[in-house]
């Protein structure tokens, strides 16, 4: 085979002058490359290295940047950068942190958006080939969206909107036969119908949306990929191109380990051990959150724990889910559905607690408003890396459900600050029959606080008091709480004795509590979310007309994008020594 | 045909032992009754004179309550409440508003959910479903969606969990070839072949996504709905029941202006015309918004109007529709789609105006996060009925949308005060093309105020100081600067000369300005929305260290039901009077 120089690659223009064997030796290059970053860098490694191939083909066949090509979620795109200017950021360890992991405007004009979250593409880019139409060009508009992502609502809406276009459009769909896990959904059986008929069985989703429809059996074969999408070039109706490709594929492991090699850390490419051992102490609340729920379905059989379609991020590995049986639902990545999924389960007198990423709950506001708490259901939604110390993709960010969730009436909002407390407020709000309850696991690794204060209920907000002191009064919630202690413990060593409160319930003030404050001269709160919004700025408004200073900290309302965390921390002034100085230059 | 008394009708049970004749001749009664309620109530007209038979057959066949049907944003449950023991609220002019629009769980325990935002009722009944088979009982449970409502991404989050429930699953699709307005979206052509084919043509929509599938071809005839009905129950997979009704059945002017009969008030039932004359002179912000984007898109062809399905609460009937042509875009009910459309639309260089009822917004607020602000995107926004002089059915409710909008980053969010002001955002909004710009209209019909100051620039936040005194500050943001202003002249009258400000921009303090008012006494703000994540406690929170006292004016965080307007204004302390009282008393 020949061999190809990578670095010679600088855009597309560079891979449309080669022959076939030429691509397949690029193809290989790349692969070999990307498990080479992969397993010293980690990220996305099965999507990335199932879509070389049809990456390749697709800037072979098109002429982007002018003809527009949108990914899903763009966690895939690790080829698309290789091909479009950033070679280096994958073959040069030096700049492996060049690129962020998804398609990002700002980094190349490849890149359309900035995007984290499935199922959107098939939309943004219906919205694409509008403008185009509406300007009279000609330009081919490509969505690729995978199998996975299919099951989210909005990826029907973009179909079904798409299909009316009547001019060129091609949706890429490409299925490896995964989700992040594994694929739910009455849709899938149609899937595999489709390929196991190599495209010719009835019926046919894309078809019955009113698509023209084409299959490639081989979607890693790049003669196969080339050749349709060659005839699908220019076309000028709505087709759906149905690709069949293997995830992970030419690394053993991830072939094998599909869910696994998802994402992954460093790992060793021949055996596909992870490189950074998991320290034996170190847990983190997925992890405290899986092992309790498997206990509370255990003790009770109407708890149901729900997911949409991230079951590793709520703990619940393959050996977990078959422990719990019935009791696990995975609606697919369906986050509105696995809301009213939970509305209907609480209805027919189950304990459904549903846990979502902090940024992907975004999608399902109206459900937690109309179909939970109009409806006065008694469901637990619990909430992972809602936090500054989350993912820092500025597509991924953890720090707006606050200001999202804890608005909505009736809806209790709570921030443990351990895992004691963690497991407490689990275990109430399955216990319970009246409240929808949101619980936000704190950010970071589990912490432990023996001496945390347990409350039978937590329906009613309850400020706790943690240490009673005089004029200044730090309020810490979440994961604040242990940063605020300590600017506490700063305070008291230079002879000032504060108050410090661990608010646990940030969608209802504490009016009692709060009261008590009004004759302070500072208060303080810090918050693991943005201000506007938020916790704080009730606590400010409660204290409106009261002389006491009231101080609000917590994050400004920005997209951060892959920030350093101690960085980010010390820019809000939410380190404890900054907390300490706070309340003190206040109280002068 | 015999006579029924409709009085006598308490429950199913009591339909349960008619002969088919007498169910005939009760549809004929209620339908009877539902023309004469309504034509002098007002309310949905089409989409429950549609469903009369239907809703009979139903309660029929299946032994509801303990058989579940959820109705699907439940505007066509008329006929269903009026079996269910709510009768004399259909036939008793006394009693018309006993009961509410929508099924309510505290009307009565064969309504499950309190629901008004369409395409949840499959994902809510799956849970239904899913929490009956944990159980091990053995109840049929019914989703009844209309073919508008299954455009909607949240349907097919619904129906693709359904299919997996592998259990008695009934999902009873209503078609009368309508949404709101016309239907739009692929999936139409596939529900016309199957209606033109009998149900048996393929692509099946349905087939595909994993369900048997029956066809009703005169889903208006009584006998054919039994049978079906009755061949269904107690199935032990999930079906799909498609029945072709006509939206409006029985009332001729509701048959041939289908739009118009969608939702209408008092009307004269011969010849459809409607009762209340509107006044010459008022105009709602719907007329005002289609008059001014009917120029704006003659003026730059790159501006495109989007709708999800209500181009009436956009002021574009169809006439407007027609003027429009292709700068006019209906994604169907699908808030998500179009924000989206409205992102790609951008990226491809036009000037997107997508409008929405405050309520239903809050399916996209992801897509308003990641798609739109994330992506600096410049697209224009418009909320409708985003007051609390809006709709005021608790599943409508229109003063969430300040919370939920203004805090995302990047994203600004204006309140105008007036129709001139109004118009001058818009025109901004769609010169600019670096900013995502969101305008709420005013609640209540349009007024105008000639000497409101017009900017050239929205893009930062420049609150205007209308009128300038001392020691009292007045901010009136949007709908509530009338009132505000109106307590500035109450004020004035007593001797006090306060400082009146329109703060124009909710999302983002004008520094400058707040800082002038660290000397006052005391600073109130008004909005017209919810206290909690809203515009006053931005400027609480801002002015927290200052000694000034913050009064935050707004409605509190709960859902109103059938509210009355003023007294709901009153429970709030925002009419002009206690505007006024409450600075004065602050001051003492």
Chains 1, 2 share one sequence.
């Not at 490849?110 to 984290?116: A, I, N």
């Not at 309850?462 to 002191?469: F, N």
Request: hydrophobic share 40%; proline share 4%; net charge negative.
């Amino acid at each position: 085979m020949e061999k190809i120089k990578l670095s010679e690659i600088r855009t597309p223009a560079d891979i449309r002058k080669m022959d076939l064997s030429q691509l397949k030796a690029l193809a290989s290059e790349m692969r070999g490359a990307l498990i080479d970053k992969l397993s010293v860098h980690g990220g996305h490694v099965g999507p990335n290295l199932g879509m070389v191939e049809a990456v390749i083909a697709l800037h072979y066949v098109f002429d982007t940047p002018e003809d527009k090509i949108v990914f899903d979620v763009s966690h895939q795109t690790y080829p698309h950068k290789m091909l479009t200017g950033r070679m280096q950021a994958f073959t040069d360890a030096a700049h492996y942190d060049d690129v962020t992991g998804y398609t990002n405007p700002s980094e190349s004009d490849y890149d359309l958006f900035s995007l984290g979250h499935t199922s959107s593409a098939v939309a943004l880019a219906a919205g694409i080939a509008k403008a185009r139409d509406l300007k009279g060009d000609k330009e081919n508009v490509v969505a690729v969206i995978g199998d996975g992502s299919l099951s989210g609502g909005v990826a029907f809406e973009g179909l079904d909107y798409g299909a009316t276009l009547g001019s060129n459009f091609i949706v890429v769909v490409n299925d490896n036969q995964m989700s992040i896990a594994e694929n739910h959904g009455g849709i899938y059986a149609d899937l595999r119908l489709l390929r196991n008929t190599n495209g010719e069985g009835e019926p046919n989703l894309f078809r019955s949306m009113g698509y023209a429809y084409r299959y490639v059996r081989y979607g890693n074969d790049l003669k196969s990929l080339i050749e349709m999408f060659r005839s699908v070039k220019d076309i000028t109706y709505p087709v759906v191109v149905h690709i069949n490709t293997e995830k992970g594929m030419g690394l053993k492991p991830a072939e094998e380990h599909k869910e696994e090699f998802h994402y992954s850390g460093p790992f060793d490419p021949k055996t596909g051990a992870p490189l950074q051992e998991e320290s034996s102490e170190a847990e983190d609340y997925s992890e405290v959150f899986a092992r309790k729920m498997l206990v509370l379905m255990k003790e009770n059989q109407k708890v149901v724990t729900i997911t949409a379609g991230t079951p590793g991020v709520l703990g619940f590995d393959k050996e977990r889910r078959t422990e719990a049986g019935k009791q696990f639902v995975d609606v697919g990545i369906a986050e509105q559905a696995a809301v009213d999924v939970a509305s209907g389960l609480a209805k027919g007198g189950m304990r459904p607690v549903a846990g979502f990423v902090s940024s992907f709950l975004q999608r399902a506001y109206d459900q937690f408003s109309q179909d939970i708490a109009l409806n006065r259901q008694a469901a637990t939604f619990v909430v992972f890396y809602g936090s500054m110390f989350g993912m820092n993709d500025e597509t991924h960010l953890g720090f707006f459900d606050i200001a999202l969730l804890s608005n909505i009436p009736g809806l209790i909002f709570l921030a443990p600050t351990c895992r004691e407390e963690f497991e407490a407020m689990l275990d109430w709000s399955v216990r319970q029959n009246e409240k929808a309850v949101v619980v936000r696991a704190p950010g970071g690794m589990a912490v432990s606080d023996k001496a945390v204060r347990i409350l039978d209920d937590y329906s009613r907000a309850e400020y706790d008091i943690v240490r009673k002191g005089s004029d200044i009064a730090l309020i810490g919630a979440g994961t604040m709480f242990t940063y605020t202690s300590l600017a506490a413990d700063i305070l008291a060593e230079k002879g000032v004795n504060v108050t410090l409160i661990n608010p646990r319930n940030l969608s209802q003030p504490d009016t009692e509590t709060l009261d008590k404050l009004k004759g302070y001269k500072v208060v303080v709160t810090a918050e693991d979310g943005i201000i506007d919004g938020g916790f704080g700025q009730k606590v400010a408004s409660y204290l409106g007309e009261a002389p006491v200073k009231v101080i609000n900290l917590g994050l400004p309302k920005k997209f951060e994008n892959r920030y350093s965390y101690s960085a980010l921390q010390k820019e809000c002034g939410l380190t404890p020594e900054q907390i300490a100085s706070a309340a003190l230059s206040a109280l002068k």
